[in-house]
């Protein structure tokens, strides 16, 4: 499959498109990002990469970064997670509080920011929030193959400022008992592991391994194929909140978004696709990566639904 062609094909359907919506504001450090940005990275299992416009420039990954912390929690705790956060798409915008009272404290799933609080907090027990950071960023570099990768402590600082939602949810699930450590070393964590900054390829090398049975290009295991293939179900079913249901209609293929504008997509034995434009739409994905990712989709004929 000719995948530059296929790249050059996506650019002509969305390049009327790049700037569309509205960069996300509420974390101060984001809202200064360029809303014309627009960059995409395939990396496939044969260890091959192909890229397109700023598929090199680092963005902030936000909540893609859930995929990677759940991976680590899973491989920490094992199935015991899911005692303390469900595995259920949630209807609700990603930092919904409404749902959590009806269900005890306990999050619908990892991936709405309340599940991901309580996966950070499992990472974080019998840890200092530097250590625990310290793992997941080696995790990055590990799975990404690449040691330049950081996080932004600038735009972690400014969600820290502002992150009021976040901390009513980790207060709200505390007391529940469904937080094990302090608030505001959990959320410490969880803010930091969204400012990771990674560009598409840095990204799509990091997810290959859930589109490799678990494996990394050059064949070391990071989890099983069984966990692999759980964690894409959860993207699929959870990667985009409330817009889930409609990224699975018009992709066809797991996905996480993160506010930052950035989107992976998993194309399961094949590839892992990295798109990045700081605009969101409605349900706060990037608009123009939603479009690029639907016209990768069709152009490839990559779906899991055949
Ligand atoms: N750090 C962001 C927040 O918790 C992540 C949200 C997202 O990327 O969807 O508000």
């Given at each position: 499959?000719?995948?530059?062609?296929?790249?050059?094909?996506?650019?002509?359907?969305?390049?009327?498109?790049?700037?569309?919506?509205?960069?996300a504001?509420?974390?101060?450090?984001?809202a200064?990002?360029?809303?014309?940005?627009?960059?995409?990275?395939?990396?496939?299992?044969?260890?091959?990469?192909?890229?397109?416009?700023?598929?090199?420039?680092p963005f902030?990954?936000?909540?893609?970064?859930?995929?990677?912390?759940?991976?680590?929690?899973?491989?920490?705790?094992?199935?015991?997670?899911?005692?303390?956060?469900?595995?259920?798409?949630?209807?609700?915008?990603?930092?919904?509080?409404?749902q959590?009272?009806h269900?005890?404290g306990?999050?619908?799933?990892?991936?709405i920011?309340?599940?991901?609080?309580?996966?950070?907090?499992t990472?974080?027990?019998?840890?200092?929030?530097?250590?625990?950071?310290g793992?997941?960023?080696s995790?990055?570099?590990?799975?990404?193959?690449?040691?330049?990768?950081?996080?932004?402590r600038e735009?972690?600082?400014?969600?820290?400022?502002?992150g009021?939602?976040?901390?009513?949810?980790?207060?709200?699930?505390?007391?529940?008992?469904?937080?094990?450590?302090?608030?505001e070393k959990?959320?410490?964590?969880?803010?930091h592991?969204?400012?990771?900054?990674m560009?598409?390829?840095?990204?799509a090398?990091?997810?290959?391994?859930?589109?490799?049975?678990?494996?990394?290009a050059?064949?070391?295991?990071?989890?099983?194929?069984?966990?692999?293939r759980?964690?894409?179900?959860?993207?699929?079913?959870?990667?985009?909140?409330?817009?889930?249901?409609?990224?699975?209609?018009?992709?066809?293929?797991?996905?996480?978004?993160?506010?930052?504008?950035?989107?992976?997509?998993?194309?399961?034995?094949?590839?892992?696709?990295?798109?990045w434009?700081?605009?969101?739409n409605?349900?706060?994905?990037?608009?123009?990566?939603?479009?690029?990712m639907?016209?990768?989709?069709?152009?490839?004929?990559w779906?899991?639904?055949?």
């Amino acid at each position: 499959m000719d995948l530059e062609a296929i790249l050059d094909g996506v650019f002509g359907d969305v390049s009327d498109h790049i700037g569309e919506g509205k960069v996300a504001d509420y974390i101060p450090a984001l809202a200064k990002i360029d809303p014309r940005k627009f960059g995409m990275a395939v990396a496939t299992v044969d260890g091959g990469i192909v890229t397109l416009g700023d598929a090199g420039e680092p963005f902030s990954i936000q909540s893609v970064s859930k995929v990677f912390t759940l991976t680590l929690a899973l491989g920490r705790v094992g199935e015991g997670l899911w005692k303390r956060v469900g595995r259920e798409p949630s209807g609700t915008p990603f930092n919904s509080i409404v749902q959590l009272e009806h269900e005890h404290g306990i999050p619908r799933n990892p991936f709405i920011n309340a599940g991901a609080i309580v996966v950070a907090d499992t990472l974080l027990s019998g840890h200092e929030p530097r250590e625990t950071l310290g793992e997941v960023l080696s995790f990055m570099r590990h799975i990404a193959g690449d040691e330049t990768i950081v996080i932004d402590r600038e735009v972690a600082r400014s969600e820290q400022q502002t992150g009021f939602r976040n901390a009513a949810l980790a207060n709200y699930m505390f007391a529940f008992s469904n937080i094990h450590n302090p608030v505001e070393k959990t959320l410490g964590v969880y803010f930091h592991q969204c400012a990771l900054s990674m560009s598409c390829v840095q990204l799509a090398r990091a997810g290959l391994f859930l589109a490799n049975r678990g494996r990394l290009a050059s064949g070391h295991s990071v989890v099983s194929a069984e966990r692999a293939r759980r964690i894409n179900a959860l993207m699929l079913t959870c990667g985009h909140y409330d817009a889930s249901g409609d990224f699975a209609f018009r992709v066809g293929l797991p996905g996480k978004s993160g506010v930052g504008g950035g989107i992976l997509c998993i194309a399961p034995g094949k590839a892992a696709i990295a798109v990045w434009s700081p605009g969101l739409n409605a349900n706060g994905n990037s608009a123009a990566g939603t479009r690029a990712m639907e016209s990768f989709a069709r152009r490839s004929g990559w779906s899991i639904f055949g």
